[in-house]
């Protein structure tokens, strides 16, 4: 991972409050703050469970994009770099957008 994107990533883990908060409100202010993107997404298909979520995934994927669909994924945790967790439009992020992303939600 480069050494500019792992900084970011500790710095942005590190204003995580240490006591546990199972509200969604700081996450709601963040996307407020943001203008709301998850509103602006195509449909979603949420895997959960214990196993097969990462075979699945890959199974959906694979016959949606057979299908000409162009597919976005967040996968947790990841296996080599952050970057692999978020697929947009078939496509790893760039580490560039994803950064520019990240320092735009630390303001």
């Known amino acids: 991972m480069p050494k500019q994107l792992d900084k970011l990533l500790q710095q942005l883990i590190t204003l995580h409050p240490k006591y546990i908060d199972l509200s969604l409100n700081r996450l709601l202010e963040l996307l407020q703050k943001i203008d709301n993107p998850h509103l602006k997404l195509p449909p979603i298909i949420h895997i959960a469970g214990t196993n097969g979520k990462g ?20 996968i947790s945790p990841h296996l080599k770099s952050f970057n692999e967790r978020i697929i947009l439009a078939n496509k790893e992020v760039v580490t560039s957008k994803l950064l520019k992303n990240l320092q735009y939600i630390k303001k």
């Open 55 to 74: 075979s699945t995934l890959s199974y959906l994927r694979h016959i949606m994009m057979e299908n000409k669909f162009l597919v976005h994924a967040y």
